[in-house]
């Protein structure tokens, strides 16, 4: 007699932003019937014609077979299903506060459609008690449930951190380790059921607000480490030294390995994520917030070696080579060269700024309302520009033969063209 094959799980996932629409394509490819909600029309459009509304390699395959083969939809309203993923931003406040609005306003969107037996994992990179939170958020707007576990109205709650470097998230969620923060009851082991869909990496269970720390204290620990690298430059600068030369030099002892300098950090979580531990325990994070404080000041630094250089001409045209916050992808989230190139429109507003990053169509609001500030293409940019700052070492840039700049000055903040 064959086995009657088990229905296929139902997951809601709410944000389609750049880790909840690549967890519900890999979901919905993997067998889920997946729902993915977003409070932006332009975004579920996109998702229901099977169009990426971002960069990203190999999701655009993946999310065009799931929308056709019916596997994954997307909706601006909530649906029922046995399984919500939250991931959906987590930014701070101009005090440096943790600001959980959206994780908040995401709970309170889920309560309603809620009947016993589910499970919600916030994956959202989030402060220690956030999973807590969304409990209580949900369990005040519906009181006839719990979190006692094995009733018929139980809901299971579990906190599931993404681990995934863009441009490579596609292959790192499914081959990288996953930690999952329980709850309550056996939340731990329902995650690890819906994950273990697609993810071929080793599930490591635990509470939910050790999970929490541990994804914060991953990201601290890389923002402490370029930290290291960032202000190295900047004693290097102050004492006429070659940071590129130095680095490569000290790291070349068996047991050094420094990282390499740049304009500052970004990204919604190395730039972010260090300062929710400070917000937890403000007096003990001592070096977690200096190294927050370095990286963070290190846009001034890049702004006051260009801004003198701008100001020995009388309507400099400046190319700012870079916009995203790393090399080859779209992302701009909390990017120093998007807030050094903006700085130096209104530094400087005699200048021309020609703002070139080759992943997008179209300037960024903060941009686009400066009236000095246009999108460039790479190499015209290069050919009129009186000063060339160099802020992403995306590849086409690091290919390029600087020779070819006759009469700039340039500033080059990645290295990527010491050698050249």
Known sequence: ???????APTVAVIGLGYIGLPTAAVLASSGAQVIG???KQSSVDAVNAGELPFVEPDLGTVLAGTVSQGNLRASLEVPQAEHYIIAVPTPFKDDHQPDLAYVEAASANIAPQLRGGELVILESTSPPGATERVAEVILAARPDLTLEPGLPNTVYFAHCPE???PGRIMIELRTNDRIIGALNGDAGERARRLYQLFCDGEFLITDAR???LAKLTENAFRDVNIAFANELSVIADRLDVDVWELIELANHHPRVNILQPGPGVGGHCIAVDPWFIVAAAPEQAR???SAREVNDAKPEFVLDRVIPQAQKFKAPRIAALGLAFKPDIDDLRESPALDITAELARRVPE?????????????PAVLAE?????LAEFEDAIAEADIVLLLVDHTPFKEYDPSGIQGAFVYDTRGAWRRK
């Open 1 to 7: 007699m064959t086995p009657t094959k088990a229905p």
């Open 37 to 39: 909600v977003d409070v």
């Open 163 to 165: 681990r995934v470097l």
């Open 210 to 212: 050790t999970a929490e």
């Open 287 to 289: 070096i977690i917030r």
């Open 351 to 363: 200048a021309q700024v020609l703002a070139v990053e080759p992943n997008i169509t179209e300037l």
């Open 370 to 374: 400066l009236p000095n500030v246009e």
